[in-house]
């Protein structure tokens, strides 16, 4: 049976370093991000990309001296997960988003990755987060939880918009690398 911690527990383990904080975050959250995402024209991976994106941006904001929470945990990660596939349904003009929050929450354990290996996976993420370059840091935080446009991140950094994209992806790629290098890193393909 899993034991289920409180949001100011996750969110201190987290500021800690804990992998226990990370952990709490998958058993107690992915399958309301799944949900969303399943119901919204996504697959499986959509799910598994927009919720690691989703806590690269919650651990770099609790990392932030001046984090507080206003609100539940988890309709904080709901949030940002839903506003993250939005702007992807957006992308691909597809636009009819169903809120799943509210609903049943319960998936087939079928249609999941394996719990052990995608903790992991972002356990391993929190590690490496503050190894990429303090410029990457910011564009992925700017982009993923700030939700500025790229364009507008560009100014800010005095780069163009088609650089400023490049760098957005170079910077995920980096932090991939991260990941994958990590000697914890478990050694499954799906990443």
């Known amino acids: 049976m899993q034991v289920t911690h409180s949001d100011n527990q996750i969110i201190q383990a987290i500021k800690d370093g804990d992998r226990e ?3 709490q975050l998958y058993h107690q959250y992915f399958k309301m ?6 119901k919204n024209n ?9 919720f690691q994106e989703a806590l690269v ?6 990392r932030q001296s001046d984090f507080q929470l206003s609100s ?3 309709s904080y990660v709901y949030a940002i997960s839903r506003n993250m596939w939005l702007y992807r349904l957006r992308g691909e003009r597809k636009l009819n988003l169903v809120d799943t929050e509210i609903q049943d929450q319960q ?3 079928d249609n999941l990755p394996e719990p052990e290996s995608f903790e992991e996976k972002h356990q391993i993420i929190a590690k490496v987060f503050d190894q990429i370059s303090a410029e990457c840091q910011k564009i992925l935080q700017g982009f993923y939880f700030e939700k500025k446009a790229l364009k507008d991140i560009g100014a800010e950094m005095n780069y163009t918009e088609g650089s400023i994209r490049v760098k957005k992806s ?6 991939k690398k991260k990941v994958e290098e ?3 890193y478990p050694k499954i393909s799906d990443l």
């Open 21 to 23: 904080g990370i952990k």
């Open 72 to 74: 539940r945990l988890s």
């Open 170 to 175: 170079r910077c995920m790629d980096a932090l």
């Open 33 to 38: 991000i799944a949900n969303l995402i399943l």
């Open 107 to 109: 998936m087939k354990e």
């Open 57 to 62: 941006t919650l651990i770099t904001k609790v």
């Open 42 to 50: 996504g697959t499986r991976e959509d799910a598994e990309d927009i």
């Open 182 to 184: 990590h000697p914890d």
